[in-house]
């Protein structure tokens, strides 16, 4: 079992930055690649972001490439989503997650990932 809890939401200004944390627990964190996605009511939860176990490797959503970076410390058992140039589309809950399988292909998609952390409210106002 993998516990991930997210941190960092809030209420901020269009063009304003925000940086999420992810803190993991229970497993070797290296042997997971994370991702992050975002979740709207009434709309399937989209990938944003995710990085290999390294941290060498990134793969990024076109609607926030060049505005959003991430991260992982491995050390301290954490990935953060740094977001730049917030736009009220950016608004929604961010959910931080674990890929356990073996490889190095990016999942984009839900049932890629093992483990969810709770979701984290990010509102983005214009």
């Known amino acids: 079992q993998v516990q991930l809890v997210e941190s960092g939401g809030g209420l901020v200004q269009a063009g304003a930055s925000l940086r999420l944390s992810c803190a993991a627990s229970?497993?070797?964190?290296?042997?997971?690649?994370m991702g992050w996605f975002r979740q709207v009511p009434g709309k399937e939860r989209e990938f944003v972001a995710a990085?290999?176990?390294?941290?060498?490797?990134?793969y990024y959503a076109d609607s926030v490439k060049g505005r959003f970076t991430m991260s992982r410390d491995n050390a301290e058992n954490t990935v953060n989503l740094q977001m730049n140039s917030l736009k009220p589309e950016d608004t929604a809950v961010y959910y931080c997650?674990?890929?356990?399988?073996?490889?190095?292909?990016?999942?984009?998609?839900?049932?890629?990932?093992?483990?969810w952390g709770q979701g984290t409210q990010v509102t983005v106002s214009s």
């Open positions: 997650a674990a890929d356990g399988s073996i490889g190095t292909r990016f999942y984009l998609v839900e049932v890629g990932y093992d483990y």
């Open positions: 990085i290999n176990w390294s941290g060498g490797l990134t």
């Open positions: 229970g497993r070797t964190f290296t042997n997971y690649k």
